[in-house]
């Protein structure tokens, strides 16, 4: 089975544009989520999606926004960007647990976001 | 709020050697607790987790986690280290409300032959 697959890998963006990064689940997975990896502050979730609903949502600024379409396949956008939004970018896919609790999430292998 | 934290930033361990990655948690409900490791450039993949049962959970690449209760705490062990082993590690809590996980600060570790 195929993993979770991020596109682009690596981007470089000027102060004020926006971008959009993607992300693919695992064949069957319907939960998607995303997190924020930097060096200083570590890894954070922004949000996760499950069947085209946001489920949950990270304290991170409205400029930071995802969706999901109907085959589960993810985006997440950042708008007028900012130097300090240089990060990794990881998405993780999970099949959903019968319970709704927190499952066993498969992460990509990340978008690096370059901000100058 | 749920918070994770991982005492130490770096840790150095001879090959062969046994290794123990410190985690206490904070979670005012039942734990869903995680242990990822983290090559350099590299995404994240799972170790191994605990969400209910039997508190010694194992692993893939020879780890094992204890999960106690009365210390919040879930503690990574190996018992014999590997050069391969180097990588940074984190320990992550999830909970009843869908796949949301918060991280601690992580450990690099570091093996020396």
């Given at each position: 089975?195929?993993g ?12 004020g ?12 997975h319907?939960?998607?989520s995303?997190y ?8 954070q ?23 999901q ?6 985006e ?16 993780a ?6 319970s709704?609790?927190t499952?066993?999430q498969f ?10 | ?7 130490d930033i ?26 990822y ?8 993949q ?14 893939i ?9 009365s ?28 796949n ?5 600060a ?8």
């Amino acid at each position: 089975k195929a993993g979770v697959t991020q596109t682009p890998r690596y981007l470089i963006k000027t102060r004020g544009q926006q971008v959009t990064l993607s992300c693919s689940p695992i064949s069957g997975h319907r939960s998607v989520s995303w997190y924020q990896q930097t060096p200083g502050q570590g890894l954070q979730f922004l949000f996760e999606y499950f069947s085209e609903t946001q489920r949950n949502k990270g304290n991170f600024p409205g400029r930071f926004s995802g969706r999901q379409f109907s085959n589960s396949r993810s985006e997440m956008n950042v708008s007028t960007l900012e130097l300090g939004d240089s990060a990794l970018y990881l998405c993780a896919s999970s099949l959903d647990t019968t319970s709704g609790a927190t499952g066993e999430q498969f992460f990509g292998p990340g978008t690096r976001l370059t901000v100058l | 709020a749920q918070s994770v934290t991982q005492p130490d930033i770096h840790i150095t361990v001879s090959e062969g050697a046994s290794l123990e990655l410190r985690c206490n948690y904070s979670y005012g409900a039942t734990p869903y607790l995680f242990w990822y490791v983290q090559s350099p450039g590299q995404g994240l993949q799972l170790l191994l987790k605990y969400f209910s049962g039997d508190t010694l959970v194992q692993g893939i690449k020879g780890f094992e986690a204890e999960f106690k209760r009365s210390q919040s705490s879930f503690n990574l062990r190996k018992p014999s280290v590997h050069w391969s082993d180097a990588a940074e590690y984190f320990c992550a809590v999830g909970g009843r409300y869908g796949n949301k996980l918060v991280f601690g600060a992580g450990t690099i570790l570091r093996v020396k032959s």
